[in-house]
């Protein structure tokens, strides 16, 4: 998973043609870590995708621009265009995230 380093850079997965799933995080956060052992099967599940991932720290503004309250969130964009979104407080299971992928409403070609 590619972490982002600057606005910039997201941008440029948020346009792409592939659908980029965001995982909005923090090292220090429990229930971001609870995720972070099936986080690598989830990626080869859905290896379509592209993941990339948010420290929620070293970027506070992006994630209040992306209504990002919660951590782990997961946001997806394809062509600039959000997909789907599984934001909340609440830790997330390896069922429930990659249910979430699974009903992702993404638009044909």
Known sequence: ???????????????????TVILFSADWCPDCVFIKPFLPEIEEQFSDFTFVYVNRDEHIELCQEMDIFGIPSFVAFKSGKEVGRYVNKERKTKEQITSFLEGLSIPAE
Do not use: A, G, H, P
């Not at 380093?5 to 592939?18: G, P, V």
């Open 1 to 19: 998973m590619k972490t982002i380093e600057s606005r910039e850079e997201l941008q440029s997965y948020l346009n792409s043609d592939n659908v």
